[in-house]
C-alpha cells in the first residue's frame, strides 16, 4: 500500500498569512493527488486534483504543485473560512489512501 | 444540482450487519464509478470501497473485505455497502462519493460527497 504523510499534522496562522503544507507518498505517484478542505462535522470538499489543476468555484489563492512523491498545497492569503482540515488522497493504486490530515488553526 | 444523500446507520453490537444506502440525483448515476469513504471519531479519512458503473469491478480495503460488499442499482440510481461482521473499530461516519474520470479514463479522485451517515458499534 502506498502511505501518504502529510507536515505538519497542525499550524498556526494568521489571517492574511501565505501557508504551505506537505504531503509525501512512499512511492512515486505522479500526479494522481488531490487536496481536499474537511471543516468539523461537514463532507470533505476538493479542492485541487491531478495535483495541480483547481476544482471549478474554488478560490484561486489555493494552489497544488508537485509529482512523483512530494506533494505541495499552498494558500496564498489565509482568509477566515479557510480554517479546517487539509487531506491528500493518492489516486494512483489501490487501496487509495489518504494523508493524516493538516489542521490550521487561527493563532 | 448534483447530490448524494446516505442513510441506514445506527447502532449496532459487534458481530452485526447493517446495510447503508446513498441516493443519488442531479447526475447520470450509472456513468459514474462510486465509492464508500469513513471517518472514524476524531481522526483521518479512510476509503474503503469502490465500485464501476455495470458493477464489474469492485474493490475494497484490506481491513473490510470478506466482510463488506458494495453494491448499486442503476435503475433506483442507489449506492449500497453491506456491512457484517461489524466490530468496533467500524465506528465510522460513512460517506458516499462520486468518482471523478476524464473521457479518457483517467481519474482524478472523489469530486462530489454525500454528507455522511454514522455508524456506532459497540455492546
Known amino acids: 500500500d502506498i502511505q501518504m504523510t502529510q507536515s505538519p499534522s497542525s499550524l498556526s496562522a494568521s489571517v492574511g498569512d501565505r501557508v504551505t503544507f506537505t504531503c509525501r507518498a512512499s512511492?512515486?505517484?505522479?500526479?494522481?493527488l488531490a487536496w481536499y478542505q474537511q471543516k468539523p462535522r461537514k463532507a470533505p470538499k476538493r479542492l485541487i486534483y491531478?495535483?495541480?489543476s483547481l476544482q471549478s468555484g474554488v478560490p484561486s489563492r489555493f494552489s497544488g504543485s508537485g509529482s512523483g512523491t512530494e506533494f505541495t498545497l499552498t494558500i496564498s492569503s489565509l482568509q477566515p473560512e479557510d480554517f479546517a482540515t487539509y487531506y491528500c488522497?493518492?489516486?494512483?493504486?489501490?487501496?487509495?489512501?489518504f494523508g493524516g490530515g493538516t489542521k490550521v488553526e487561527i493563532k | 444540482e448534483v447530490q448524494l444523500v446516505e442513510s441506514g446507520g445506527g447502532f449496532v453490537q459487534p458481530g452485526g450487519s447493517l446495510r447503508l444506502s446513498c441516493g443519488v440525483s442531479?447526475?447520470?448515476?450509472?456513468?459514474?464509478?462510486m465509492s464508500w469513504v469513513r471517518q472514524a471519531p476524531g481522526k483521518g479519512l479512510e476509503w474503503v470501497a469502490k465500485i464501476k458503473q455495470d458493477a464489474g469491478e469492485k474493490y475494497y480495503v484490506d481491513s473490510v473485505k470478506g466482510r463488506f460488499t458494495i453494491s448499486r442499482d442503476n435503475a433506483k440510481n442507489a449506492l449500497y455497502l453491506q456491512m457484517n461482521s461489524l466490530r468496533v473499530e467500524d465506528t465510522a461516519v460513512y460517506y458516499c462519493?462520486?468518482?471523478?474520470?476524464?473521457?479518457?479514463?483517467?481519474?482524478?479522485?472523489?469530486?462530489?460527497w454525500g454528507q455522511g451517515t454514522t455508524v456506532t458499534v459497540s455492546s
Open positions: 442531479g447526475f447520470t448515476f450509472s456513468d459514474y464509478w
Open positions: 512511492q512515486g505517484i505522479g500526479n494522481d
Open positions: 488522497l493518492q489516486h494512483n493504486s489501490y487501496p487509495l489512501t
Open positions: 491531478a495535483a495541480s
Open positions: 462519493g462520486r468518482d471523478d474520470y476524464s473521457k479518457w479514463g483517467h481519474y482524478y479522485g472523489i469530486d462530489v
